[in-house]
């Protein structure tokens, strides 16, 4: 039977203290980068900095949710920031997110997969993919969020215009604001901000891909079909298993992609509580071993999880 232990509400308690890493990470960036001259100091910065941009992310996602914070207003103040952060428009992650939600379960309906299904890509393209891969070069994460997040081609398919009207207010509010950072303080973000977001890119590759890429997920094509239950989700979807205490603390539960599918609306802070029918939840270094050693264009387009038996 499919329950959730705790069916729990949105706890600001719950949402500071899980706010406690990602900001002592900042500030020990900084503390580095100010106070210490040495090589060392510098890449103890640089890594700090990459995980907390890393979970900005990952509190992007939960703000979007609107499961951080007890109040809307809190989640769509902080969600702002994150998505700031994360070069991604608050407003555009809500809608293509809560798509994402709906039809998981679809490739061709889901607007974050749609791309998955039969690309044509010339030979160079394929190449890339596979090295980038290979390499642990972060090219899917950067073509999730603008293929996904600043696409307006992609939004103009999907959305009501009354939303892409905000989603460009939004756009262009924050193309202001990286314009002028870069005019202001481009010497510090180049070389104390960009290293750290490059890296922090590689660690969302792992993480993003490893929630559906390889599934058996059908495609609609012309048949009208019903968005699935949430509860009927999960197969759809993969988690990753990490140390419980990092997993709570420093990824916010963010490895647990089934139970999220399961429970969209259950504040990450609990999702370590929540009871799965099926698990598709190898251990981190399995997952790692076990699909890199495909091809990228294998693992992120070939649907068949032929591994998952093995
Ligand atoms: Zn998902
Ligand atoms: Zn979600």
Redesign the pocket.
């Known amino acids: 039977m499919k329950k959730v232990i705790h069916k729990q509400r949105p706890s600001n308690i719950k949402a500071l203290v899980s706010l406690v890493v990602p900001f002592t990470e900042l500030g020990l960036a900084v503390l580095f980068h100010t106070a210490l001259h040495s090589p060392i100091s510098y890449i103890l910065s640089q890594l700090l900095l990459a995980l907390f941009f890393f979970q900005c992310f990952i509190l992007l ?1 939960e703000c ?2 609107k499961s951080f914070f007890k109040s809307k207003w809190a989640n769509q103040g902080f969600g702002h920031i994150m998505g700031f952060l994360s070069l991604i428009p608050f407003t555009s992650w809500i809608e293509i ?1 809560n798509l ?2 709906k039809w998981t379960g679809f490739r061709d309906k889901d607007p974050t997969t749609e791309g998955t299904v039969n690309p044509k890509f010339s030979p160079f393209t394929k190449a890339l993919v596979n090295i980038s891969w290979r390499l642990y070069i972060p090219l899917f994460t950067l073509g999730y969020r603008f293929g996904n997040y600043w696409n307006l081609e992609k939004m103009n398919r999907h959305l009501k215009p009354k939303n892409i009207r905000i989603i460009r207010w939004n756009m262009i509010v924050l193309l202001l604001l990286y314009v002028g950072i870069i005019i202001l303080v481009s010497k510090t973000l180049f070389f104390y901000v960009l290293p750290a977001y490059i890296l922090s890119l590689v660690l969302s590759d792992l993480v993003i891909l490893s929630q559906h890429s390889h599934i058996d997920i059908p495609i609609a094509g012309n048949v009208p079909v019903r968005p699935i239950r949430y509860s009927d989700q999960v197969i759809y979807t993969r988690s990753i298993i990490f140390p419980k205490f990092f997993a709570h603390y420093f990824l916010f539960n963010f490895n647990l992609h089934e139970a ?2 399961q429970h ?1 609306s259950l504040p990450a802070y609990y999702l370590g509580s929540a009871i799965i029918d099926k698990s598709n939840a190898p251990g981190f270094i399995e997952y790692l071993k076990r699909y890199k050693s495909l091809s990228g264009m294998n693992f992120v387009f070939n649907t068949k999880d032929k591994l998952k038996t093995r």
Do not use: A, D, S
């Open positions: 996602h979007g949710h997110h994402h939600h999220h599918h969209p």
